[in-house]
Nanobody, 124 residues
Framework: QLLLVESGGGLVQPGDSLRLSCAASGRPFGDYYIGWFRQAPGKEREFVGAISRNAGTPCYTNSLSGRFTVSRDNTKNAAYLQMNSLKLEDTAVYYC?????????????????WGQGTQVTVSS
């Protein structure tokens, strides 16, 4: 069982930045591809970005590329989501997830493990 715990969410103003962390334990972190998703109230879970096992070039949903950056540090068993120039519509619960399957990284159904989520609220 791979345990994932997100942290770093909070209440921020438009234009601010936040860095979310995803701490992993229980299994070798480097065996997993890591994805970030978000879910706003009343909406479906949305793919944010993902990163390969060896921290290669991440991929992002097109609308967020340039503002959001996914990274990982396998020596610390952690992944990160750096969010810049936050907008009101970025308000959501953010989740990290792990999969061993390198395919359809934007498909939440292919992820085996999920964190509990961390709330990000962007409000003026």
């Amino acid at each position: 069982q791979l345990l994932l715990v997100e942290s770093g969410g909070g209440l921020v103003q438009p234009g601010d930045s936040l860095r979310l962390s995803c701490a992993a334990s229980g299994r070798p972190f480097g065996d997993y591809y890591i994805g970030w998703f978000r879910q706003a109230p009343g909406k479906e879970r949305e793919f944010v970005g993902a990163i390969s096992r060896n921290a290669g070039t991440p991929c992002y949903t097109n609308s967020l590329s340039g503002r959001f950056t996914v990274s990982r540090d396998n020596t610390k068993n952690a992944a990160y989501l750096q969010m810049n120039s936050l907008k009101l519509e970025d308000t959501a619960v953010y989740y990290c997830a792990a999969t061993t399957c390198y395919s359809e990284m934007d498909n939440p159904a292919l992820y085996d493990y999920w964190g509990q989520g961390t709330q990000v609220t962007v409000s003026s």
